[in-house]
């Protein structure tokens, strides 16, 4: 039970990272709110909650909507006076040479993938203040830790730009006892992952030391520590769970 009690919003809620991390929070004694700016994918993530219905909260929130996520959060609070714990996993890719790329597809990512994440950071921040507790887990991505082919300046960008926005915000909110930390997962059997084209998935898959893509349950694993007490005195970093592929 290492997150026993505890209210668990996932923002990307229906992405599979979250669904992988917000099954084992229910399962180490959490309550998690999913949020999606997408009401149908509710509908496709379901199954995996079978039996644990009066543990989970779906709100529609666009992440890039600041008024959006914080009227999700104010939903969470009414509901339940606190959040505990902030995961956030929204998140699209594009990826394109810069002279291909729009101006529109880099504003798209960056809007998405990293002012998303301080729209979340800073709806939640007020009320985990005041309570003296916070976990913020922020999922960048191997394509924001070193400069990789194939990989969007966009999505490198907004990766790159949640570890130094994590960091910061890991020094700003220690003093109320809030951590803040980094996932940054390589290439995990995923829709997004299989949505890339055949010579990116095998050019990363022959860089990865340990021979393969990582699960799922890889990364949940990975975020459940961070989020959970055991990590109480570990707050700016940035966890790589790659198979060894990051340098
Ligand atoms: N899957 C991987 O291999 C991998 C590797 C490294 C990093 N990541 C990162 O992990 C995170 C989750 O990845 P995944 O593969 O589980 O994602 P996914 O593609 O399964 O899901 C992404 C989710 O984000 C939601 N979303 C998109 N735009 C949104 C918005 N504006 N507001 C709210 N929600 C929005 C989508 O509806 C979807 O449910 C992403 O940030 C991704 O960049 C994934």
Partial sequence: MRVKDKIAVFIGGGSDIATATAVKFIEEGATVILVDYDESVFERVKGSYAGMEDKVRKYVADARSYE???????????EFGRIDILINCAG????????VLTVKEWQDVIDINLTGIFNSCKAVTPGMKERKYGRIVNISSIGGRTGRPGVGVNYAAAKAGIVGLTQTLARELAPWNITANVVAPGPLKGRMFFGMEQHLIDGLIKNIPLGRVGEM?????????????????????VLDVNGGAYI
């Fill in 68 to 78: 959006g996520i914080e009227a999700a959060v104010k939903s969470a609070l009414d």
């Fill in 92 to 99: 699209i890719l594009i990826h394109k040479p810069i002279d």
């Fill in 217 to 237: 349950d890889e990364i949940a694993y990975a975020i459940l520590y961070l989020a959970s007490d055991e990590a109480g005195w570990t707050t700016g970093e």
